[in-house]
C-alpha cells in the first residue's frame, strides 16, 4: 500500500478555497483537452495484451496432422474418455497449483466455470453429504473487499448472502473471519484470491493461511473457496521480488482440516485467455465426491488442448520461462500506470494506490464518495475503467473509494494517455468534491 | 424395426426338449472355442473409429502460428471475450441443427454438458421465472425407452423421477406423451433424440413432430429436450435413404409454443468427440434467460475451437462432405452386423434388431429375461456390451430384453467376431431359458 509522498505539492485539503477553484478550472479546460482527442481506451478487465497472446501462438504448432495425438497413457486424445485429464496434464497443472498430481482434475477452459459449479452442486446436492444448500433458510458467505467481481456474481445469482470482510497488508482480517465462521452454521464459504490479490496485489502472509487452516468451522459444509489465479504471474524475476505463499492444501492437512479448501486455477493468463485448461485440486474425498458428479454432467473435457499445453510448456520450468516473457511485457505497463500515479497525484492526498508484484491489477482508493464520478469522468473522455463499486458485493462499495485498474490490455502510449487522463480525473472530482464540501461547489 | 425372418431355420422354440439339449452342448463348445481366443473388444459406447477421426486431422492444421486468429467480427478468438459464440461458428452450428443462426449459444466440447447445465439451472432458478425444481416436492420427466442412458442419468443424480414411454417405429407413443404432459404439472420435461434415435434409430413422424408441437402442457416450465445429436449422421448417401424430420423449433412456433423446446447438438461425431463444439438452439426468451445465466458461470467458451472448426468445415456442405466420408467407414460395419445377425439368429425367434439408416446403434430385443445373461455371457468370453438396462430409466429394463449394438469403434474383424459371439451369446441364453421354462434346465 503507497500514500502519495511528499515531492513538494500541496494537498488538495490544504489549498484556499479560491486557490482549489482556479485549479478546478485549469483542470476542466485540461479534460476538455482530453475529451477533444477521442479516445477508445479499455482498462477495465485483466485481459492479456496481443504481445502477450503472440507468446503462446507456438501451441498452434505443436498438434499438427503430422503427430501422434495420444497422451502417455496411450489414449487417442481426440476420442471420448478420461474424466478428470490426462496424466501429463495433471502433471502440468498441479505443479502450477502447488499440489501433488493425485489431487487435481482437470476441466474445460474456464476456471470461472469450475467455481460456479462447484457452488450450483453444493446448492443441489450439498457438500460430501451435507444438506443442499438450497433447502436451508439462508447460506452466507465471506467476501474480502475489495475482491473479484465474478465471485461475488456467482453468489448473488444464487441468492448466497455476502458479508464483507476488509482486506489488510496480511490478507483478509482474520479475527472477522474466525469470528464468523467458527460461530454462524450459514456461513459456507469464503472467497480468496490469495496471491497478488484481485485487485490489490495482496499475498496472504503465512500466519495468515495457517489461521485459514486452522479455523474450525460451525458449518460442517464450509470450504475456503482458494482461486489460486495468479500463483506464477509476478512481474519481476528476481526471487526476492517474488512472492510466496504457504500451500494451503498442505497447510489444512497438517492442521487436521484435509477437506476444507477448493483450490482453482488455470492457464489463462499463461496461455490463451480464452482457451486454456482449468484445474481444481482438493482432498480426495472431495475429489471423489465430484468426479461422481463429473460423471453425470460430461464425457469429459478438451483432452487435445491438455495436450497441447503440456506439448508447448512441458513442465514448470517452461512455464516459469514463459511468465518471465509475459512479465517483461506486463512489468513496464504497471511501472508506467505507477509513475504516473506517483508524478500527478503525489503529495495531493487525495487518493492511494498499490504496487503489487505480480498479477493482474493495482487497486487505487480514492476519497470516499469520488470513486463512481472518477470512473464516469473516464468514461466520458473515452476510457473504460472497472465499474466503481464492482471490487465490492453488490456493487456497493460503501466508501464508493476503490477503483481496480487494469494495466495489461492497452499498448503502452494508449495506457500513459488512459492514466494521466484518469489522474486528471481523480483531481477534478477531488477538487470538486472538497469544494462541495465547503459549500463552494460549481 | 426388423424380426428374423424365415431361411429355413427352426424357432428354438418349436424344437423338442432333446433337440434343445443337444444343441445348448454344441452351443457351449462353441463358446469355449471363443474364450480360447481371448477377445478383447467392445461394443459399449458409441465411439467413433480410429479411421473416422482420421478424418478431421486437417483440423489441427488450419490456426498454425502463421494464421490470423481473428473471426470475422475482429475479435482476437485467443483472447477473453465473446459469451456466446463467434458469429462464423453460430452460422455453422445453426446449419447443422437447422435453425436460423440468431437462435442459438454457442458451448464448449460437450452437449451432455450443456443438457446438465439446462436442469441444473432449471432446479436452483426455475424457467423463465417459474418456481426453481428444488423447492417442488416431486419433478418427473417422461423417458422415451429404450433411450439414452446419460440422460436418465442426469435426471437421477437430480432426483428427477422418471417415467416410462414407449417407442414407437414412428417416435415415442404420444398418447401417453399428451396425456403426461397435459394432465400432470409435476411433468416438466421429455428426453427425446429424434432422429436416429439412440438406440434404435428411429426417426420421429412427421406427425409426431406435430404432436409434440402441439402439446399444450399442464406446466409453465414444461420443456421438449431435443437432443438433435444425430442430425447429419447418415449412413448412406443417397437423399432417398436418408431420413429428414420435421423442424421443431419452427414447428412450435407455428403452433404458438415458442418457447416450449431446447434443441441440443454438438460436432461430437463430426469432429472430434472430445474436443468438439456442442450448441443449443431454442426461442430467444429461453435463450436470453441462459445468456444471463451464462454471464455468471463463464468469462466464454474456447473461441479457437470454434474458429478451428468453422475454417475446416466452412459451411454445411463441407459438413456433409464430411459425414459422407464417415458413413462410408460405418456403413459397411452396421451392415456386416445386420449380416451376422441375419446369418446367425434368422428364423430362430430369439430376438429382433433395428436397421437404422444413420446414427451409431443397433438395438437388439432378446426374448424377455435374456439380455442380462447375454451380455454377462458375451463379457465372459472378452466382448463388452453396453449394459443390459442401461436404455433404461434406472437401469431397469422391466422386459430384461434391449441390448444396444455400437458398432463404430472395433475395426471391421473385430467387430464380426465380437457380432458372431454376440449371437452365439443370444442362442446359448435363449436354449437355456426355453429349457428352464420346460423344467429341464442345466
Known amino acids: 500500500m503507497h500514500t502519495m509522498g511528499e515531492n513538494g505539492m500541496k494537498a488538495y485539503r490544504e489549498m484556499e478555497t479560491s486557490e482549489l477553484k482556479t485549479l478546478k478550472e485549469q483542470l476542466e479546460e485540461e479534460y476538455r483537452g482530453f475529451q477533444a482527442k477521442g479516445l477508445k481506451l479499455d482498462m477495465s478487465r485483466g485481459k492479456p495484451s496481443r504481445a502477450q497472446l503472440d507468446l503462446s501462438m507456438g501451441m498452434m504448432d505443436v498438434l499438427r496432422s503430422g503427430e501422434d495425438l495420444r497422451c502417455r497413457e496411450g489414449i487417442d486424445c481426440r476420442n471420448y474418455g478420461v474424466l478428470d485429464g490426462i496424466e501429463e496434464a495433471k502433471e502440468l497443472l498441479s505443479a502450477i497449483n502447488e499440489v501433488p498430481s493425485d489431487h487435481i482434475i482437470i476441466y474445460g477452459n474456464s476456471s470461472l466455470n469450475v467455481m460456479y459449479d462447484t457452488v450450483a452442486r453444493s446448492m443441489t446436492h450439498g457438500v460430501c ?22 465471485h461475488f456474481a456467482i453468489c448473488e445469482y444464487f441468492g448466497i448472502r455476502m458479508i464483507n470482510i476488509p482486506m489488510t497488508p496480511d490478507g483478509p482480517d482474520m479475527d472477522l473471519v474466525e469470528r464468523y465462521v467458527e460461530t454462524d452454521p450459514a456461513v459456507k464459504g469464503i472467497w480468496c484470491v490469495p496471491k497478488y490479490s484481485n485487485p490489490q496485489g495482496i499475498s496472504y502472509s503465512d500466519e495468515t493461511v495457517r489461521r485459514f487452516a486452522a479455523l474450525t468451522p460451525a458449518a460442517e459444509d464450509f470450504r475456503i ?22 500451500e494451503i492444501l498442505h497447510e489444512c492437512e497438517k492442521a487436521g482440516h484435509p477437506d476444507m479448501v477448493y483450490k482453482f486455477t488455470s492457464t489463462s493468463k499463461i496461455s490463451f485467455p480464452g482457451s486454456g485448461v482449468a484445474a481444481l485440486s482438493a482432498s480426495l474425498k472431495n475429489l471423489e465426491e465430484i468426479k461422481r458428479q463429473l460423471t453425470i454432467q460430461t464425457i469429459g473435457f478438451d483432452k487435445l488442448n491438455e495436450l497441447r499445453h503440456v506439448r508447448f510448456f512441458h513442465d514448470l520450468d517452461g512455464i516459469r520461462v514463459h511468465m518471465s516473457r509475459h512479465a517483461a511485457i506486463l512489468r513496464p505497463k504497471f511501472e508506467a500506470v505507477e509513475r504516473i500515479l506517483d508524478e500527478e497525484l503525489s503529495g495531493l492526498e487525495i487518493g492511494t494506490f498499490t504496487r503489487p508484484r505480480g498479477g493482474y491489477f493495482i487497486s487505487f482508493d480514492s476519497l470516499d464518495g469520488c470513486a463512481k464520478a472518477i470512473v464516469a469522468k473516464a468514461k466520458e473522455a473515452g476510457v473504460v475503467m472497472t465499474g466503481a463499486g464492482a471490487t465490492y458485493p453488490y456493487r456497493n462499495d460503501p466508501h464508493d473509494a476503490n477503483i481496480r485498474i487494469a494495466p495489461s490490455f492497452p499498448e503502452m502510449e494508449e495506457l500513459e494517455q488512459a492514466a494521466r487522463l484518469f489522474t486528471l480525473c481523480v483531481k477534478l472530482v477531488s477538487a470538486e468534491k472538497l469544494l462541495a464540501e465547503r459549500g463552494a461547489g460549481a
Do not use: M
Not at 225 to 246: G, M, R, S
Open 129 to 150: 453429504g451435507s444438506t443442499p444448500w438450497c433447502r436451508l433458510p439462508e447460506v452466507k458467505f465471506l467476501c474480502p473487499v475489495p475482491g473479484y467481481d465474478r
Open 225 to 246: 473457496y482458494w482461486d489460486n489465479a495468479y500463483n506464477v504471474h509476478h512481474l519481476y524475476d528476481e526471487p526476492e521480488k517474488q512472492d510466496v505463499i504457504l
